[in-house]
């Protein structure tokens, strides 16, 4: 935008209270409205986890223009939430352990066994719980990593349409031999036949597909052990979402600060 035009913009703000500010961010809470919804749906779950449905909250999404971007992160907070909690509940744990045979490599490299494995000659071996780790926020047009487990697998998130050059870029871009996707119904039949034609498919541990989540979802919170995994599940999942989206609340706030509830728009801001 020109700087004549900002100038008239700020004159203009100023003289009637900040009224540009507010039209702003009106336009901005229209967009965090719709997050906003999709957090108070994960809100009544946390209540009652019974009544939560996910194909529910997955269509949402999908029908929201003004988000359909976030559809990935929606998956990731998704996928991960139900990963985490059922590997909590299970109680899983990792090993890592040097063998005896090789006790006097280990005192040889031990500051180095230290740093990379946590092991020394008096500690050659330790267990701890596994884990599902997120490694940040992503993005429509992200290939990377979205997540990993302490145990060996890493896990791409994508409900993007893929074609077969994009699933090679995943795949190629990851160095693993335990890689899971997770993505629609349809791409799974895509992956699938690539898997059979090309020879990264063994690099591919398994692929989980949206009826999969759902069907888990619902296993976890009306199944046998709802009771034990609904509550942390749901727990989680608001957590996350939370997480995400930080700006949900604090626009809340920044905006009743600026008293931009008391600065009422005409039509010609409509």
């Known amino acids: 935008m020109p700087p004549e ?25 229209e967009k ?24 529910n909250l997955l269509s949402l999404f ?58 020394n000659p008096d500690k050659p071996e330790w267990t701890e719980l596994a884990h599902i780790y997120r490694v940040g926020v992503t993005n429509a047009a992200d290939r990377g990593l979205d997540m990993w487990a302490n145990f060996g697998p890493v896990i791409q998130v994508k409900h993007l349409t893929l074609n077969s050059a994009q699933v090679e870029t995943i795949v190629d871009q990851i160095e693993s031999d335990h890689i899971i996707i997770v993505c629609r119904d349809a791409d799974a039949s895509v992956i699938s036949i690539l898997m059979k034609q090309i020879g990264w498919g063994k690099r591919v541990r ?5 009826s999969q989540l759902i069907e888990w979802y619902n ?43 008391k600065i009422q728009l005409s039509q010609m801001w409509q």
């Open 5 to 29: 035009i900002l100038k008239v913009l700020d004159d203009f703000n100023k003289k009637n209270l900040g009224i540009v500010e507010k039209y702003i961010y009106d336009k901005f809470k």
């Open 32 to 55: 965090l409205g719709i997050i906003s919804s999709i957090i108070q749906i994960v809100l009544v779950g946390v209540s009652c986890p019974n009544n939560f449905q996910l194909d």
């Open 62 to 119: 999908r029908q929201e223009a003004g988000i359909k971007r976030s559809i990935d992160k929606c998956y990731e907070i998704i996928t991960y939430s139900l990963l985490e909690t059922v590997v909590n509940q299970l109680e899983a744990e990792i090993t890592v352990k040097i063998p005896e045979k090789n006790y006097l490599l280990l005192q040889e490299f031990s500051d180095l066994s230290k740093v990379l494995l946590n092991v």
């Open 206 to 210: 398994g692929i989980v597909k949206e």
């Open 219 to 261: 296993r976890c919170l009306r199944g046998k052990f709802s009771h034990q995994i609904s509550q942390p599940l749901m727990n989680l999942l608001q957590k996350s979402f939370e997480e995400e989206f930080p700006e949900v609340t604090e626009i809340i706030e920044f905006y009743q600060e600026r008293q931009y509830t």
